[in-house]
């Protein structure tokens, strides 16, 4: 069955980590997202690309980093200079810019500072 | 700036209690206005995309509804499976950018009592 994979579904990240969260498609989308979600707050656009080897900043870049070196992957790093990343980070795609059905989600990656 | 908003923040219905849910948009030029179910733990799953005033889209108990400043999310006697967060989004022609960005609401949280 096609859809997109998020791994881990648990990650805990050590003051001063990088760590790395993984997003597969296999929809032959275009477009992906990375999105952040937090309690009582809805989600808000990290990076999105629209192409191989091209991405842009969304609302809440700072602090992560993304590639796009294949279509069907787009990994989000969370970087030691994000202040409050313990969230629950979800990644989207959509085989254009605009479609009728939006986006297609991941499952989550649910991220905790210890 | 866009700015989706909805509201009650948590419905509590009882087994066969009809009721609406709201989302209120202030945007430029509206492309499009998406529907969502979440449930806990997991990425959101499409429902409904409305594109213009006046269009309704119905699925099972659900019925989506729009005018030109907002959404309804009408749930006939609902039952407990349809316990979930609500989500609202939109997209946009701003800009003349063609990416598919969505402007989330923060939710409905809705509890259906047995």
């Known amino acids: 069955d096609g859809g997109i994979t998020q791994s881990p579904k648990y990650l805990f990240r050590k003051e001063g980590q990088n760590v790395t969260l993984s997003c597969e498609q296999n929809?032959?989308?275009?477009?992906m997202y990375w999105y952040r979600q937090d309690p009582g707050q809805g989600l808000r656009l990290i990076y999105y690309?629209?192409?191989?080897?091209?991405?842009q900043k969304g609302d809440i870049a700072e602090g992560y980093s993304v590639s796009r070196e294949k279509k069907e992957s787009f990994p989000l790093t969370v970087t030691s200079a994000q202040k409050n990343p313990t969230a629950f980070y979800l990644c989207a795609s959509s085989i254009e810019a605009w479609v009728s059905y939006g986006y297609t989600f991941g499952s989550g990656t649910r991220l905790t500072v210890v | 700036e866009d700015q989706v908003t909805q509201s009650p923040e948590a419905l509590r219905l009882q087994e066969g209690e009809s009721s609406s849910l709201n989302c209120s948009y202030t945007v430029s030029g509206l492309r499009g206005l998406f529907w969502y179910r979440q449930d806990p733990g997991k990425g959101p799953e499409f429902l409904f995309t409305?594109?213009?005033a006046g269009e309704e889209k119905e699925k099972e108990r659900l019925k989506a509804t729009l005018t030109k400043k907002e959404s309804f999310l009408h749930i006939t006697a609902p039952k407990p499976e349809d316990s979930a967060t609500y989500l609202c989004a939109v997209t946009t022609n701003a800009g003349g950018t063609s990416y598919g960005k969505l402007t989330f609401g923060q939710g409905t949280i809705l509890t259906v009592h047995p």
């Open positions: 409305l594109y213009s």
């Open positions: 690309s629209q192409i191989v080897n091209d991405f």
């Open positions: 929809l032959n989308h275009d477009a």
